[in-house]
């Protein structure tokens, strides 16, 4: 049992430094965007489109406490989805910082899902520890209904691990 145990330790802790090292390249800068436009970089790979939409949800109390922002790529059907919510349902989202949750037993404050190629997608809530990135809400314009911020995150599939950072600017949102 105790072996069981170190091996879980070192499987954590290899996870841990992997995403900080990955997390902390900054070398593939993304440029400024139109609006209504979505970046992602996937291990370098770029894509941008401008076929992307937002909902920011209401709860039972009107609060607007569920944004989530959607594109979709023409190349290599690829799409991406990226949800935010508010840790009260008293509180409505707004500009700030939220961690994207991994695989561990807490309420997410953000979670990304990506498909690449039609194929299941890859979830941060696949990833094996806590923390895997962050979703950064830059402005929530509720008079234009448009939102924009900027993501990073460790998305997985099976042991297949990727790198996503990207920045989305003035989408829509219904």
């Known amino acids: 049992m105790l072996i069981l145990q170190k091996i879980y330790v070192m499987r954590y802790l290899i996870w841990l430094l992997f995403s900080v090292a990955v997390l902390s390249c900054k070398d ?17 790979q770029e894509y941008t489109t401008t076929d992307a939409t937002a909902n920011l949800d209401k709860n039972a109390s009107q609060v607007e406490n569920d944004l989530r922002v959607s594109a979709r790529y023409s190349e290599g059907g690829f799409t991406i989805s990226l949800e935010v919510f508010s840790t009260s349902p008293t509180v409505a989202i707004d500009a700030g910082s939220f961690q994207v949750q991994g695989n561990f037993p807490a309420a997410p404050t953000g979670i990304v899902f990506f498909t690449l190629e039609g194929v299941l997608p890859h979830s941060s809530l696949e990833v094996p520890q806590a923390v ?14 448009t939102v924009s911020g900027s993501f990073e995150s460790l998305c997985a599939k099976g042991t297949e691990v990727k790198t996503l ?3 989305f600017s003035k989408i829509p949102y219904m």
Do not use: Y
């Not at 593939?28 to 291990?43: Q, R, S, T």
């Not at 895997?132 to 209904?145: C, E, M, P, Y």
């Open 28 to 44: 593939d800068e993304i440029a400024g965007l139109p609006d209504g436009a979505v970046k992602v970089l996937v291990d370098g």
């Open 132 to 145: 895997v990135g962050s979703i950064i809400i830059t402005q929530i314009d509720r008079g234009a209904k």
């Open 165 to 167: 950072r990207g920045e």
